[in-house]
């Protein structure tokens, strides 16, 4: 994939971090050094991916999302977004946008809820067949898009412990836009391009986090909770399998994306009991 | 006078408090509880008695009790608020004032829980083996109720000076004994005994399936796991009873999860899961089987327990697959048939449609129990047809395949294609030597068939080197340690099977030769260069060597009669 990679503290066997931000660092920080040239590039019309990418409690999604106290990416991408618009008043934009969670191979569209969408391959471009898009002409009310999405799949989610930690979520921004100042032609150039921002399922192995979400520090701890007796049972039973990340759909849809012209953006989130984890992730 | 059970009551709301703590002040209400409990302690202590409500001069001994009761609890939240080592030291002073009072009616449960809490401290410790001892004391302790008619008391009764409720108290006991089974084994997974383990992940589940499960898919889908333990270590009666254990629940509970739509999913989800347990335990046994024919030496492990069985009657019925070994063709195609069945229901839910990755994985599945049980086959006709099929099913998914972005898949079908086209061709080979013995002149089709079937392997093996090609169609020089085995495996057989080429053209024989001979320098160079190739193919390696001087002779001899 072509792009920038940036990892949180760890340098290993010759990997160079771009940047690196230690756990003082804001989600300011991480935005105007790793995503607002990404934002740039899509509102000149080139496609962008941002991915966060990392353990369930390493706080990815306060990154992306943000909290109370402090704005997520996606605020400050949205911002930029229309901040970019405004500054470019001879150019008429238009905003669209969608929102899907895979889960197991499965897409399910989250500001419908309808699942099991179908994706296809049309004149080089990854579609997915009747996926809704919504406009947006503000800044909140993209805000509101993800935060309705975000309720529909929390939904899901408390029927299946695993499905939060094990699903990806793309949110894409499509942004098209033509010069105002043809005037009255019929051939007036439309660019287009994709701005996705992913959030990809939690990387933690199967022998580590129990489900209850606390720590288990391996090889030391027992895990006090039953509903991990499953984990346990795993590790007995493990030969030479390893938990593979492979979502096949995912990088289909972000074919786009991903190859060619398109800059990518990952942002691993690392938590200090995780280093194991994080040479894994940089793979 | 502080009445026992208020304290008790006091400490049981601070403990349910204490979710609420703020992050900032996590262990807020256990310090309190711990206070509460140890000023309870002092007054002990000063006034040499306490009040236990309508009981009129509680005993010395049960003052006692008391005491270890409550050192206990202060203990436990002391190991739940990071203070280890002192833990240890309040619950072995606990432990040993329980035993002092010799009143086993009152004591047994609550040693057993100081027993337990131990276990977590040692191991926290990393001081398994101590941790080991404290459990398994607090197993046979358990063992002990067995015999006993009284009722006993649990942690909570002593405060209140009586078995407040029965159902409680009973219940306990064989919580604190479900616990210790389980902290069991994680400790011998942490010491490395694992099939001491495994019999305690066992007990768990026949314990929890004695009390009652909550998770039904869950418990069966951890029967299913661990019996692909046991098969591995070839104990297959275990396997096979503990994967019956998980289909007869999962049928148990069918009807009930058809009115509820959640759990639907889910519950499709893990039978498909345990039916691929059932394919792999299949597998598993006609290889074990085989090794067995061969008398190849086999790792022989043990275990050191009877595993005793489910109390439930009815898990017999989905025992209808043999654990024995298979000696013939017959017996492991019983097994086989089995294998396929279950692989057959797993694709219903990891159809091609959904969830092609999966299906991808369960048709190499089925390609293994093919390839497994044709190595009982005895007729060549017969075996090259099970070849055959699993060519076609591996064809038939390499079609519908995207191979970019299936990557790793793709090469791992294609590979096992080109073994498997391989295996055919040795079958072809077979078949005209036998031909030929006989004098028979119809060893010609057979040739050509096997001529077939070698430029087929080529081809295979060729498309399976293209997926390494990168955008100049050029493999790289170095190749990840994952890639340089498949990779030159790979060319070794391609010049193998251009080597067997068949011709009465003789400039054809020679430009086959030729061409064989660069497929194994090129695999001999790699490894002159890279040491760890040379390690990974430690066998072939000579014999490319070989045949580079025999077919140079060969071509030698034919150039100059």
């Excluded at chain 1, 090889?219 to 049972?233: P, W």
């Excluded at chain 2, 109720?145 to 407040?164: A, E, P, Q, R």
Aim: glycine share 4%.
């Amino acid at each position: 994939m072509a792009g920038m990679i940036i990892t949180v503290a760890y340098e290993a066997k010759g990997k160079r971090a771009n940047h690196v931000f230690d756990m003082k660092a804001t989600n300011r920080d991480v935005y105007e050094q790793v995503t607002k040239p990404l934002v740039d590039s899509a509102v000149s019309g080139f496609n962008a991916t941002i991915f966060a990418y990392g353990q369930t409690s390493s706080g990815k999604t306060h990154t992306m999302m943000g909290s109370k106290t402090e704005r997520g990416v996606l605020e400050l991408v949205v911002n930029e977004i229309f901040d970019a618009i405004e500054s470019n008043p001879d150019r008429e934009y238009l905003l669209r946008v969608s929102f899907i969670e895979i889960y197991q191979e499965q897409i399910t569209d989250l500001l419908t809820g309808s699942t099991r969408l179908k994706v296809s391959d049309a004149h080089n471009e990854v579609v997915i067949k009747e996926l809704s898009e919504e406009m947006c002409s503000t800044p909140d009310s993209v805000i509101d898009v993800m935060k309705k999405g975000e309720k529909l799949r929390h939904i899901a989610c408390t029927n299946m412990n695993e499905r939060s930690s094990r699903s990806h979520t793309i949110f894409r921004i499509i942004i098209e836009s033509r010069s105002r100042c043809e005037t009255g032609s019929d051939e007036i150039a439309i660019q287009l391009s994709h701005l996705n921002l992913v959030d990809l399922a939690g990387s933690e192995k199967v022998n580590q986090t129990g489900a209850t979400g606390g720590r288990f520090k391996e090889g030391c701890a027992i895990n006090v909770s039953l509903s991990a007796l499953g984990k346990v049972i795993d590790q007995l039973s493990k030969n030479e399998r390893h938990v593979n990340f492979r979502d096949n759909k995912l990088t289909h849809i972000l074919r786009n994306s991903l190859g060619g012209n398109a800059r990518t953006a990952i942002i691993c989130a690392i938590s200090p009991a995780s280093v194991d984890e994080t040479l894994s992730t940089l793979r | 006078m502080i009445e026992a059970a208020s304290v008790y009551s006091h400490y049981e709301s601070l403990i349910e408090n204490s979710v609420k703590d703020p992050e900032t002040d996590p262990y807020r209400s256990k310090y309190k509880a711990i206070c509460c409990l140890n000023g309870f302690l002092d007054v002990m202590t000063t006034f040499g008695t306490i009040k236990q409500g309508f009981e009129s001069s509680p005993n010395e001994l049960h003052i006692l009790c008391l005491r270890a009761a409550v050192l206990f609890l202060v203990g436990k939240l002391k190991c739940e608020t990071n203070e280890a080592g002192i833990a240890e030291t309040l619950l072995l002073e606990s432990l040993s004032k329980a035993s002092a009072t010799l009143d086993v009616q009152k004591t047994l449960q609550l040693k057993l829980s100081i027993l337990n809490q131990l276990g977590l401290i040692y191991c926290d410790l990393s001081k398994h083996e101590q941790a080991e001892g404290v459990l398994l004391e607090a197993i046979s302790l358990y063992e002990e109720t067995k015999n006993m008619s009284d009722k006993l008391w649990c942690v909570k009764d002593i405060f209140y000076g009586k078995i407040v409720d029965q159902n409680v108290s009973d219940d306990n006991l064989e919580s604190e004994n479900t616990l210790t089974l389980y902290y069991i084994a994680q400790v011998y997974q942490h010491l490395g005994k694992s099939s001491e383990s495994a019999k305690y992940c066992s007990l768990t589940l026949r314990k929890q399936l004695e009390r009652g499960v909550t998770d039904t898919i869950y418990w069966a889908l951890n029967c299913a796991t661990l019996s692909q333990y046991f098969a591995s270590r070839n104990f297959f009666e275990e396997a096979r009873h503990h994967l019956a254990a998980a289909s007869w629940m999962m049928e148990k509970i069918s009807l009930e999860v058809q009115e509820n739509n959640e759990g639907l999913e889910r519950y499709h989800y893990r039978l498909a899961d345990i039916q691929r347990c059932w394919a792999k335990y299949d597998l598993l046994l006609i290889d074990h089987s085989w090794e067995l024919v061969q008398e190849t030496p086999v790792e022989k492990h043990e275990l050191h327990f009877n595993c005793p069985r489910f109390p439930e009657a009815e898990i017999a019925r989905f025992e209808d697959v043999p654990f024995q070994t298979a000696r013939t063709f017959e017996e492991a195609r019983v097994i086989f048939l089995h294998g396929q069945k279950m692989l057959n229901a797993a694709k219903s839910y990891y159809s091609l449609e959904d969830r092609a990755t999966d299906y991808f994985e369960i048709v190499q599945e089925h390609s293994h129990l093919y390839r497994s049980l044709a190595k009982f086959e005895v007729d060549n006709g017969r075996e090259s047809k099970m070849h055959r099929r699993r060519i076609d099913m591996l064809e038939d998914i390499l079609k519908v395949m995207n191979k970019t972005l299936y990557l790793n898949v793709a090469q791992q079908i294609y590979f096992e294609l080109g073994e498997t086209y391989s295996d055919l061709f040795a079958l072809k080979l077979e078949k005209v030597e036998a031909l030929k013995k006989l004098h028979d002149h119809a060893t010609l089709p057979a040739v050509v068939k096997a001529n077939q079937v070698a430029e087929k392997a080529i081809k295979v093996f060729t498309e399976f080197l293209d997926l390494y090609r990168d955008k100049n169609g050029k493999i790289p020089e170095s190749l990840g340690e994952d890639n340089i085995r498949p990779v030159l495996l790979a060319r070794f057989y391609i010049g193998r099977f251009t080597s067997k080429f068949y011709s009465t053209d003789t400039k054809k024989i020679i430009q086959s030769f030729r061409s064989a001979i660069e497929h194994f320098e090129y695999v001999i160079q790699y490894c002159a260069n890279s040491k760890l190739a040379k390690d990974l193919l430690s066998e072939e390696l000579p014999v490319c060597t070989e045949m580079v001087q025999l077919l140079s002779l060969k071509i030698q001899r034919i150039v100059n009669p």
